[in-house]
């Protein structure tokens, strides 16, 4: 079996139809299954002022949050900030909380990583510790985006390609049955781990 056979587990649909609201109830009954499940990683979250979304910010599984992306950053340094649409992205925000929370560790049972996105992407570190779980072979719960006119990011693309890869493409249909799904196979790799 290739290293990390069956133990990546990849959900994908358009913007805004619940894959972090998936991701979260799936591990909720995971931990109420298991409840000294160790799982590390991290999930996006939206930052809403008035109604609307202004931002979004990174929160790891222990409830620690730092923001990823405004269209409010107006600092200095956030001039030289990249760009997703009219969001400014802060990367160094994202690292110092994100990193940390990828790193293998013998005890880890899951990870969870919502998302591998574009914004995310921008961290040059980002991804290596992304691969570096893949060849752990400890399970993993991502989220990635839906090809945008039929391109994929490239390392997206690695994702969804990737040998051990389970591809659940939510749409707003099959959330009930997908979170069944995904948490009986999650449960399955999980105890084979």
């Known amino acids: 079996m290739a290293a990390g056979a069956g133990k990546c587990f990849l959900v994908t649909g358009p913007p805004g139809v619940g894959k972090t609201t ?8 995971l931990k109420a299954s298991n ?7 991290f999930y996006t979250g939206e ?18 949050r730092a923001p990823l992306a405004s269209i409010n950053a107006s600092s200095p340094e956030s001039y030289r900030w990249p760009t997703v649409g009219r969001y400014k992205v802060d990367v160094a925000s994202f690292e110092a909380i994100a990193l940390p929370e ?13 998302e591998v996105g574009k914004m995310e992407l921008f ?3 980002f991804f290596p510790a992304v691969l570096r779980i893949l060849e752990s072979n400890i399970p993993v719960l991502a989220s990635i985006p839906a090809p945008k006119s039929g391109r994929d990011i490239p390392a997206v693309a ?14 707003p249909g099959n959330r009930d049955s ?16």
């Open 22 to 29: 998936l991701i979260m109830r799936v591990l909720e009954s």
């Open 35 to 41: 409840p000294s499940l160790k799982v590390q990683g």
């Open 47 to 64: 930052i809403r002022q008035g109604g609307q979304r202004v931002g979004f910010e990174v929160v790891t599984l222990d409830d620690r």
């Open 102 to 114: 990828l790193q293998v560790g013998a005890d880890t049972d899951l990870f969870v990583i919502d």
């Open 123 to 125: 961290s040059s570190s």
């Open 158 to 171: 690695r994702l969804r390609n990737h040998p051990g890869a389970t591809i659940f493409t939510l749409s």
């Open 178 to 193: 997908l979170k069944d799904n995904i948490y009986y196979q999650l449960t399955d790799a999980v105890s084979k781990h």
